[in-house]
């Protein structure tokens, strides 16, 4: 038996590269600045929640899968290092389970990461509002396209490289879906479910349901 651990993720700040401030600054108009900061504190506890449990792990031989992560050896061990030393959560909690034996892995396709990155960039350096709604359209037209390749892409390098009697950890963001491309006898335990992390971001984004936001951030960080 195989076993993995999925951590469906809430993307950090650090994670975002060189579109951080961009995106922050979009962020910070579309919830205000009151819902931002209890956002960011919601994702703080849950980085704090991940690294508690994997903490308690035997990181010896673990084999780890990061979304967005296209080499493995010597050139995915300094991606790990530089993110984690410019503050990026997921990358600390990567380079504690390295320090302790763990094996960072290729996990996915450069072409299909580089084509997100361009329509995440022409949207965030849109400048009028035509130029924006043309480019969101076209981006959610082509990124749900691009995510379907992503999962399985990400499934196949799980399905293949993970030996027989291995545990592995996915980090994944959680509007990917790889679990349905998994074979059989690979056993996913989840930290959090997708759907739980993917109905508290939709309330995050939404005007109002302050109650309902507050209850999913309470279940997010238990």
Request: contains cysteine.
């Amino acid at each position: 038996m195989r076993t993995l651990m999925l951590i469906p993720m809430i993307h950090s700040d650090p994670d975002l590269g060189a579109a951080a401030e961009k995106i922050r600054l979009m962020r910070e108009k579309l919830y205000g600045p009151a819902r931002l900061a209890r956002h960011e504190e919601v994702v703080a506890a849950f980085w704090q929640g991940v690294g508690h449990r994997l903490g308690a792990m035997d990181a010896t031989s673990l084999k780890i899968y990061q979304d967005g992560m296209v080499e493995a050896g010597a050139i995915g061990d300094a991606v790990v290092r530089e993110l984690a030393a410019k503050g990026s959560p997921n990358f600390q909690c990567i380079a504690r389970l390295m320090a302790g034996g763990a094996e960072i892995r290729k996990t996915e396709d450069l072409v299909l990461i580089r084509r997100e990155y361009e329509l995440t960039m022409g949207l965030v350096r849109a400048r009028s509002l035509w130029q924006k709604l043309y480019r969101l359209g076209v981006s959610r037209l082509q990124k749900g396209r691009l995510l379907k390749k992503r999962d399985r892409f990400m499934a196949h390098q799980i399905n293949t490289t993970l030996e027989e009697g291995e545990a592995g950890v996915l980090f994944v963001g959680a509007a990917h879906q790889v679990q349905p491309y998994l074979d059989a006898d690979i056993q996913v335990d989840p930290f959090k479910t997708p759907g739980l992390v993917r109905a508290y971001m939709k309330a995050v984004k939404r005007r109002g349901g302050e109650e309902e936001l507050l209850r999913l951030g309470e279940e997010l960080i238990a």
